[in-house]
């Protein structure tokens, strides 16, 4: 396995020296002012050289293992919302809690790749992890629509901060040329667990409930994170005991200089006006159409109101060097063509993802496809296999090349292509090979697209900065997903009652709120019955309309990939990472080891 990811050893720690103004020319690509180390980077670079071969395979295999859990659980419990929502009675909620969950996915990384930066990487996955476990604890104690949100919000900070922080982890590990390798070995398992989550799901459904399909989540993860966990944590006390850990900042500051300088370094201000405006901008999308008459309610306008001039002051609070010493998302950044590009390629990305496979594709299968539990579950989870193939795929010829763009530029035609495709027959009458074909293909231009985007924008920054520009690309993902959700939401919403109420058969209209609420009913009517065509009608003229806007929102994407830097990974002068890592940066490995080492001792010494 070694063989294909070239040899194991260190980049040049003269490449990561960057002076105070930013000019050096080994960054010219980016242009970018780099910020002072904070102490989870310095602590981070200190952990790296102290890395043995072994111990850092270790810490590979805790990844794989930590990924297949996270990556079995997703494939599963996104098969239980729609029941525990018809359970409480609020299926057409499904894009409500899509988006809260999508806002948490876009709020969590800039703030969990922070807690990284500011505290270290080991510390940040223990808190992930804490976070996890609560949220699936109170999914599955859940007796109300409310809990259940709520839980969400647990559940998705603690999910998206292990996205996050697995990513980060391997742009600590690796150099340029095989980061886009290492960044699909959290995406491997979804090559086994995409068959085998429907088959668990299906199971766990019929021999218990949902909630017990939630819970025991809260005891896998914990047991399969502890190797990943266990080699941080080894090599952290090992570079204590070397000296190369940076000061503690309690002992610096005092507690409570130190709970100040924390509150600045968080950005927690940051947090709650990004979080505030994308709530109360989107949400109310998804409520607002519920019933006739409902946009008059003033709540519901004033929330969008209020999430408007949020956002708005987002990005003047952000540059202000007084209010955000240390910004939640560093929009320094975006002065990058290459990083701007990137950040927008994964907003439309996302957007066009969730609004044609994500969160109502799985409920039209079942209700009008027809399709079993297992044979729906297994159409939708057809994206995450396909993009899974490519992305590894494409990583060994970005490899064997040096450049990205080019699969980037290719992804988003293939992406489009898939997408209208889906719109052609995305009508009665579809096979499943059909359906499975689109699938497929938007699967390939998502992997075309998403782990070459994610790495020219990590190619042009130094490490320092390489935490803040995943958590930026991460974050424009989320946010794409939460602006796909609701739109999507906005659609079903608007359309799917109305409809139902015109096509229904006189004696079952007065269903028609009860059928639009559960699709466990909308399912139970008969097959060919005026009822259940009625009712497939309804479904497949609201997903058509879904769809006309996913192909409109992945048009831009081909236009941006032109925008981006053809990086050569190649070049060494350009690689940002320090200490020991996977990479072919020569064979005087110990050396440069061991130069780093007394660089970070001398600076201790001064200090």
């Known amino acids: ?56 395979w270790i810490a590979y295999a805790g990844i794989l293992l930590m990924a297949t859990s996270t990556s079995l659980e997703s494939q599963t419990t996104y098969l239980y919302s729609s029941y525990a929502l018809s359970g409480f009675g609020y299926h057409s909620l499904l894009s409500t809690v899509s988006i809260v969950t999508g806002v948490m996915y876009a709020v969590v990384k800039p703030p969990m790749a922070k807690v990284a930066d500011v505290f270290g990487r080991f510390e940040a996955f223990v808190f992930a992890i804490l976070l996890f476990v609560i949220g699936y604890i109170m999914l599955a104690a859940s007796n109300s629509v409310q809990t259940y949100a709520g839980a969400q919000v647990f559940y998705a900070a603690g999910s998206t901060g292990l996205i996050i922080l697995q990513q980060v982890f391997v742009a600590d590990t690796t150099d340029l040329l095989n980061r886009a390798l290492f960044s699909s070995i959290p995406d491997l398992p979804f090559l086994w667990t995409v068959w085998a989550g429907p088959e668990v799901g299906a199971a766990v459904l019929k021999g218990t409930t949902w909630r017990w399909g939630y819970g025991m989540w809260a005891i896998i993860l914990p047991v399969c994170s502890l190797p990943l966990l266990g080699a941080l944590f080894a090599n952290m006390l090992k570079a204590k005991k070397k000296g190369l850990l940076p000061p503690s900042k ?4 005092g507690f409570g200089g130190f709970l100040v300088k924390t509150f600045w370094d968080l950005d927690v201000m940051g947090l709650l006006l990004f979080t505030a405006a ?202 794409g997903q939460a602006i796909g959700s609701a739109i999507c939401g906005a659609i079903w919403t608007t359309n799917l009652l109305p409809k139902l109420n015109t ?70 002068e350009l690689q940002n990472t320090k200490g020991r890592v996977f990479g072919s940066s020569g064979p005087d490995a110990d050396g440069r080891v061991a130069q780093e080492e007394s660089t970070v001792e001398r600076k201790q010494a001064e200090a």
């Open 250 to 253: 309690i002992k610096q500051h």
């Open 278 to 479: 994308l709530c109360l901008i989107l949400i109310p999308l998804t409520l607002g159409a519920n019933a006739t008459g409902k946009w008059k309610n003033p709540s519901l306008i004033a929330m969008m109101v209020v999430g408007g001039v949020c956002l708005i002051a987002f990005p003047f609070f952000e540059m202000s060097k007084k209010l955000a010493p240390s910004p939640l998302l560093s929009l320094r950044l975006l002065k990058n063509r290459t990083v701007l590009a990137g950040t927008l390629i994964a907003v439309f990305y996302f957007m066009a993802f969730y609004q044609s496979v994500f969160p109502y594709f799985y409920s039209y299968l079942v209700v009008a496809n027809e399709q079993s539990i297992v044979s729906a579950g297994r159409i939708v989870l057809t994206f995450s296999f396909t993009s899974t193939v490519s992305s590894i795929i494409i990583s060994f010829f970005i490899k064997w090349t040096g450049h990205y763009k080019y699969f980037v530029c290719a992804g988003g035609l293939i992406y489009i292509l898939g997408f209208g495709l889906m719109l052609r027959y995305r009508v009665e009458g579809s096979t499943r090979a059909q359906i499975v074909i689109n699938q497929v293909l938007v699967g390939l231009g998502g992997g075309f697209l998403n782990v070459p985007a994610q790495l020219g924008v990590q190619a042009v920054v130094p490490h320092q900065d390489v935490a803040a520009a995943t958590a930026l690309f991460l974050t424009a993902l989320s946010v």
């Open 503 to 572: 096509y229904l058969p006189d004696e079952f209209k007065p269903n028609a709120t009860e059928i639009y609420s559960n699709f466990v009913t909308a399912s139970s009517f008969p097959s060919g019955s005026p009822a259940r065509l009625a009712i497939n009608r309804a479904y497949q003229e609201t997903m058509r309309l879904m769809l006309i806007g996913a192909v409109v929102s992945a048009v831009p994407i081909v236009f941006l990939t032109f925008f981006m830097e053809n990086v050569d990974l190649k070049a060494k």
């Open 1 to 56: 396995m070694v063989s294909l990811f070239s040899k194991f050893g260190p980049n040049k720690s003269e490449a990561t020296e960057v002076p105070a103004d930013g000019k050096d020319e080994r960054y010219e690509t980016s242009s970018i002012e780099s910020a002072e180390k904070q102490v989870g980077v310095q602590k981070v670079e200190a952990i790296a050289l102290t890395w043995s071969q072994t111990s850092l």
